[in-house]
């Protein structure tokens, strides 16, 4: 539970250890002033806490606790883990990760550990086990953060060992492994677990399926020390104080899937960028694949509150826009909205990315709007936290797939599993129909209508669920290369697995024909981008759009066999909408406001309709029958409403007794 005190949570990561003491007075001043009632504490702090081996100074922690808990703050507190101090890898060099030239990662940023070292793990469990017997009953402590967006490869030896013993686990024998990898290709059988390596730098391409398994090595090898310090943490406060770990969004390295599982509260980080045009959208699809991965309820870990560091060129967020993000966060399922950081660093790396409070201090823009935030959230609280967002799509995405179709000597480099994913979602976002994400072996029953993008590695249990989805009913769209694996990156004759040609209504594909980033291919009524194909369709197919000129001239884009739809291109963005939009109104899908002006959403989560205007012009829309309270300014409206730029309402049916804490808790 994120909330339990049906309050939503808001705050930020603050790294006081950064500052003299005397400012933490100012600090929690300005935390009330703003509404704060959580922090993250220790994020960055294993250096202060262990200044030597087995060293420990925790009475600044001590003291910060206090003062937290006496002003009614929450503390996240996290395990420190993920930046070791310089004198692990001075005193253990082999903590120390290499890169797959065998460069050793060294300390002066942070996140050099090799996950699979026993002795960087040994460290980690001590100074965890020291946190959590020590602060696991103050009463400040609501969530365990493990650790800080766990991201790092390592090819060295340490973790060539733990990638054998993997592989062993996986495979039980070289025979079934050599099997697996296929090595009778470029005579790469490995005749003893010594010739078994890490995919380190090579001559030419790699063997893919050893790059696959490698993937899923290094996922399972960081959810390891993940696991290892959540059962610290659980050991001592077990049951009572949830578990989390944050996710960089949209994250290659790690199979969130398995990952969520493992988490009581799923947390993540997402930074639009406030120049793209699509940022909004961006930010939903993020929000919608962490409450996918939650199952319900999540929390945004971090946000920007201004520009970031880590862009070429870094913009602020013009007045509104963080506020508008922020509610968006909580439309889409986010039942805590918090940011990286509280006080803008003077020193260090991160000195130019922006803070709660920031280098302008409280005068500034950017906290006067951070304050407005934390007035207007607690009006949500009691209706909103606990309740689901609703979603009649579902879009289906997998890292195995991702991993598996991510790499080089394939048909086209041009063709990312991530930049389709988001193609699609965009146009869902913008047909104004919202969507949950859901992995390909999920029950899909609750759907009306699965939306597969892209998925190139498809195993036979997900093969099966799609099929027994379709023949129960259900509306499938799919696009191009899916399908086209199996588990062990091994291809499916026929140029995509039979059955799901079957589904679709494919009977033959001869050919791709993948697309230059300027070209374009012609297909009646728009035109296809990335990529084409050349196939024929079954006799019970429908061919809904065909390709006009070129090589494939009359041949089937776009084809369907019931309520199964096979897209062999990537529509330019307004067809691509118009076509899901059309399937999707077929499966009976309606949007939750009927006519939305363009650039504004609609989110309905538990009984509160959001209106987000991502737009830079005042909206106007108009209402589902009835009266609508805006909880956010307590304004009655019947027919419409109006949105002010990067405006929010909040609407929940006014007179009939919903939404004055009515809610529909899960
Ligand atoms: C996150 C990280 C934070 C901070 C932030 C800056 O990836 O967890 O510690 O670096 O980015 O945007």
């Not at 049906?6 to 930020?12: A, N, P, Q, V, Y």
């Not at 009463?139 to 030896?157: K, Q, S, V």
């Not at 967020?317 to 909205?337: S, Y």
Request: glycine share 10%; aromatic share 10%; with cysteine.
């Amino acid at each position: 539970m994120i909330t339990p005190d049906g309050r939503i949570l808001f705050g930020g990561d603050y790294n006081p250890e950064q500052w003299p003491e005397e400012v933490w007075a100012d600090d929690v001043r300005l935390m009330k002033a703003a509404g704060v009632n959580s922090v993250t504490l220790g994020v960055f702090s294993w250096a202060k806490l262990e200044p030597r081996p087995g060293a420990r100074d925790f009475g600044w922690l001590d003291r910060l606790m206090d003062l937290m808990h006496e002003h009614g703050i929450g503390v996240v507190l996290a395990t420190p883990t993920a930046s070791p101090p310089p004198w692990l890898g001075r005193l253990h060099p082999e903590t120390l990760p290499r890169d797959e030239h065998g460069q050793i990662v060294w300390w002066g940023a942070r996140q050099q550990f090799s996950h699979s070292s026993l002795v960087y793990r040994r460290y980690a469990a001590a100074i965890t086990e020291d946190l959590a017997v020590r602060y696991g009953h103050h009463p400040a402590l609501r969530m365990w953060h493990i650790n800080n967006e766990y991201c790092t490869f390592d090819y060295g030896d340490e973790a060539a060992r733990a990638f054998r013993v993997w592989l062993r686990e996986r495979y039980g024998c070289l025979d079934a492994l050599n099997e697996a990898w296929g090595t009778a290709f470029w005579s790469q059988r490995v005749d003893c677990w010594d010739e078994v390596i890490p995919p380190r730098r090579a001559q030419y391409l790699k063997n893919p399926t050893q790059l696959l398994d490698f993937r899923r090595f290094t996922s399972d090898a960081l959810m390891e020390c993940y696991l290892a310090e959540r059962d610290l943490v659980r050991r001592h406060t077990p049951g009572v104080i949830p578990v989390t770990t944050n996710f960089m969004p949209l994250w290659i390295g790690q199979d969130a899937w398995a990952w969520s599982a493992q988490e009581d509260v799923v947390s993540v980080d997402s930074y639009p960028d406030p120049r793209d045009p699509l940022g909004g959208q961006y930010n939903a699809m993020i929000a919608d694949l962490t409450r996918g991965q939650a199952g319900g309820p999540w929390l945004l870990m971090e946000q920007a509150a201004g520009p970031v560091n880590f862009r070429g060129v870094n913009h602020p967020k013009p007045p509104g826009l963080g506020r508008l993000w922020t509610f968006q966060a909580v439309a889409h399922g986010a039942d805590g909205v918090c940011y990286f950081q509280w006080r803008q660093s003077r020193q260090g790396a991160e000195k130019f990315h922006s803070g709660m409070v920031g280098h302008a201090g409280e005068e500034g823009r950017t906290f006067q709007e951070i304050k407005r935030i934390g007035r207007e959230l607690p009006a949500l609280g009691g209706t909103v936290p606990g309740t689901h967002t609703s979603a009649d799509i579902a879009v289906l995405h997998d890292w195995h797939s991702w991993w598996a179709s991510g790499q080089d000597g394939r048909p086209s480099s041009l063709v990312r599993h991530e930049d389709v994913l988001r193609s699609w979602h965009r146009a869902l976002w913008e047909a104004k129909l919202p969507v949950d994400f859901a992995h390909p072996e999920h029950d899909l029953a609750a759907y009306r209508m699965v939306a597969v993008p892209q998925l190139y590695l498809l195993t036979d249990a997900a093969l099966d669920n799609l099929v027994s989805y379709v023949r129960s009913g259900g509306t499938l769209v799919c696009g191009f290369f899916t399908g086209i694996v199996d588990g062990d990156d091994r291809i499916r004759p026929g140029g995509m697995d039979a059955r799901l040609r079957e589904l679709l209504g494919i009977r033959t594909v001869h050919e791709w024909w993948p697309l230059e980033a300027e070209d374009t291919v012609d297909c009646v009524r728009f035109r296809g981008t990335l990529w084409s194909e050349e196939l024929t369709a079954a006799e019970d197919a429908t061919v809904v759009t065909a390709y006009r000129g070129g090589e494939l001239d009359g041949l089937p884009a776009v084809l369907r066999r019931g309520s199964a739809w096979y897209l062999s291109t990537l529509p330019e963005p307004e067809a691509l909408s118009a076509l899901l939009a059309g399937a999707a109104a077929e499966a009976g899908v309606r949007p939750p406001v009927a006519e939305l002006p363009a650039g504004v959403e609609a989110v309905r989560r538990g009984t509160v309709l959001f209106l987000l205007n991502h737009g830079r012009r005042p909206a106007d829309v108009t209402l589902p029958t009835g009266t609508h309270r805006d909880l956010l300014t307590g304004e009655v409206a019947t027919d419409s409403v109006r949105l002010e730029r990067y405006g929010v309402a909040a609407l929940v049916p006014h007179g009939t007794g919903t939404g004055s804490g009515a809610a529909q808790h899960v």
